[in-house]
């Protein structure tokens, strides 16, 4: 009896191991970053989708040039009603309540734009490609900075004291939720992110300069 236990306990055991091997499995429609960023062709692809959703009607498309312009000397609207809107999202005429739905939106897809930025940023910095300093990777990754940095500028200029980090949420693990950051240090950390960018800019064309001087060196005609 108790070697027929003994079978049957380990068949049960057997079927879990075999059954939690068949529940681990991948997804065939799931790209890591070894394929996004194993070629410069889908590292094209990936730095196009950060300005796809730059261009979002909610931020940089419409909302950050036409809703909240404040009324500027560039952009602004006249209001010849004497009765509130009820939508609550006259920004511009300072006649914006609780109500209103477009701070919202706006919030999500900028921040929706960051984390593309960011998780581009890493994906690209991490290839061999980047560790050869090739001057398009540098160059790509200088754009994506440039439009992380947009972004966290104007949600500051708009919102103050915001959620901030360069992190991907992937990277995050179980803490999901970005520290507040003083606005202050917010673009300073974005500045001194912007110079490694300049100075990576300066040497691509340092290198180039060089390379044409020596091309050209190397053409001149023996008499």
């Not at 196009?48 to 952009?75: H, M, P, Q, R």
């Not at 914006?96 to 734009?113: H, K, P």
């Not at 970005?178 to 001194?192: E, H, Q, T, W």
């Not at 490694?196 to 691509?204: A, C, E, Y």
Request: aromatic share 12%; net charge negative.
């Amino acid at each position: 009896m108790n070697k027929i236990k003994l079978i049957l306990g380990t068949l049960f055991l057997v079927s879990l191991s075999s059954c939690d091997d068949f529940l681990d499995v991948s997804s065939d429609s799931k790209f890591d970053d070894s394929y996004v960023f194993g070629t410069k062709e889908e590292i094209n692809r990936a730095l196009n989708t950060v300005y796809a959703y730059i261009l979002s009607g909610n931020t940089y498309g419409g909302k950050f040039y036409t809703t909240y312009a404040l009324n500027n000397d560039v952009e602004f609207t006249t209001n010849s009603s004497y009765i509130q809107n009820t939508s609550g999202n006259e920004y511009k005429q300072f006649d914006a309540t609780q109500n209103g739905g477009d701070l919202n939106s706006t919030w999500s897809d900028a921040y929706r734009c960051i984390e593309y930025a960011n998780n581009f940023i890493i994906g690209a910095e991490n290839t061999e490609l980047y560790a050869q300093r090739d001057t398009t990777i540098l160059q790509q990754v200088g754009e994506a900075k440039c439009l992380r940095a947009m972004n966290y500028h104007d949600m500051v200029v708009l919102f103050g004291d915001i959620p901030f980090s360069l992190k991907r949420s992937y990277d995050m693990g179980d803490n999901l939720v970005m520290p507040l950051a003083d606005r202050d240090s917010i673009l300073s950390v974005l500045i001194d992110d912007l110079r490694t960018v300049v100075l990576q800019i300066i040497v691509i064309i340092m290198t180039l300069l060089v390379s044409i001087v020596i091309l050209s060196f190397l053409q001149v005609p023996t008499t």
